[in-house]
């Protein structure tokens, strides 16, 4: 009996090492290689960093179309791979992650600040993978090599806003002074911007909603439009919106103009029929005309395309440099408080940094609400048309409930929080956020008191005037 079970052992043992080295080398066989071309072949900080990535088959569960081991095509685990390919892929996508390496570009950086968020926590690969791919396993040199090409990416391509350089690596750097406008575009646009001619019945204007004296929000839970009647959604900042992939939560705007065009139109808002109708109302203030020909010459017209493209000029002036935290970015250590280092510290080993970074710590992805709890059950009530997010535009199931990042700047002026406006407090806000969106769900009373210290940090200067006491009054 015992020799039996000895062989027994021995042939489980002999099976599953032969399993292992078979799977080794399928992995490497089929793994993602830089072509003989590409420029990050040449670059010794790039390819270790691919070469790290590719051993680990990131690829097999933040990919489609991939070659995967026999193991997923077998019954029983053919279900659970499927699950877990589909939380990879709901989680991230490195496809273009790879493409840009190949290409010997920069990946974005919400896509460095990913990855960089799960090599700190060390959570990737996962350890029930690992069990058949011992080869995935990310020593500490080949974590360091992927951290190393993260800060040298970021140092050589988004280094140019002003922080010193022992911060330049890091995910967030100061906001600009100002992008290059149009003088008399913005000129037109901010007269337009503060106009109720544009709506309906001429008492709704652009800064009703995204009033600037009060954080570029309006601090309702979902916006009030013409004739009082109430939106489905809450309003975003429009300040630094100029930053964004896409405007409106659910991205259905490519750029700011897209996004002026929309209000002014939509029956619910400011309830215009017609851009002709508009424009007729802008042309018979003679002040405008003078205005128009100064911004699109004398023969320009009147329309939806100068009028919304004059306001979104104006919008890209919205900008608030000269945060406290930003003046730590340029050197200023006392800038901000010892709490609030604490704070920003937590926040990256949180993980908030992995969608919060760059100029405005968001704006930069789509992302699904609740991607590590179930946000929406735990809420309450049924899910609304505003719920679904970009679904809503693509009508696919991958973005269902995934929005536009928001932006973290000025956040203690713009409350209520989330799409839904249901969060009335800045602590709040950060306690559901770690519950929903991190794996440290149950963050400490001392972290969310950091963190929203760290965040206070972030309101910054508009014209010359801190946001800071703009809040709801």
Known sequence: MRRAIAVLVGVGVLAYGGTVAYLTHFDRETAPKLSASSPSSKDLVAQAAFNALAEARCDYCHATNRNLPFYFHLPVAKQLMSKDL?????????????????????????????????????????????????????????????????????????????????????????????????????????????????????????????????????????????????????????????????????????????????????????????????????????????????????????????????????????????????????????????????????????????????????GGAYEIMGLEGDYFKDRGGSMTDADLGRYTVTHKEEDRSRFVVPTLRNIDQTAPYFHDGSVKTLEEAVRQMARYQTPDTHISDQDVADIVAFLKTLTGRYQGKSLAGMGHN
């Not at 990310?138 to 140092?155: F, G, N, P």
């Not at 106009?195 to 309906?200: I, M, N, Q, T, V």
């Not at 100064?294 to 440099?321: C, H, Q, R, S």
């Open 86 to 362: 589909r939380e990879g892929l709901r989680h991230f996508r490195i496809e273009p992650v790879l493409a840009a390496m190949q290409q010997g570009k920069p990946p974005t950086e919400e896509q460095l600040s990913r990855i960089e968020e799960v090599i700190t926590q060390n959570r990737m690969p996962p350890t029930l993978y690992l069990l058949m791919h011992w080869h995935a396993h990310l020593s500490d040199v080949e974590r360091q090599s992927i951290l190393r090409w993260i800060e040298d990416t970021r140092r050589k391509y988004y280094s140019d806003t002003g922080a010193v350089s022992k911060l330049e690596g890091q995910p967030v750097r100061p906001i600009p002074a100002a992008v290059l406008t149009d003088q008399a575009k913005v000129a037109l646009g901010q007269q337009l911007f503060f106009d109720k001619k544009l709506s309906g019945d001429g008492t709704i204007s652009c800064a009703s909603c995204h009033d600037l004296n009060h954080g570029g929000v309006d601090h309702l839970v979902t916006a009030t439009g013409i004739g009082g009647q109430k939106g489905p959604i809450n309003v975003p900042t429009v300040y630094n919106a100029y930053f964004k992939i896409a405007q409106f939560w659910n991205g259905r705007a490519p750029d700011l103009a897209a996004q002026a065009a929309g209000p002014v139109m939509n029956p619910l808002e400011m309830g215009s029929h017609d851009w002709k109708e508009v424009a007729a109302k802008v042309m018979a203030d003679p002040h405008y005309m003078d205005l128009f020909h100064e911004a699109y010459g004398p023969d320009a017209e009147v329309d939806e395309n100068t009028i919304t493209g004059a306001i979104a000029e104006f919008e890209k002036t919205l900008l608030t440099p000269d945060s406290p935290f930003d003046a730590y970015l340029k050197g200023n250590e006392s800038a901000i408080s010892e709490q609030a280092r604490r704070g920003y510290a937590k926040f990256k080993s949180v993980g908030c940094s992995g969608c919060h970074n760059g100029v405005a710590l968001g």
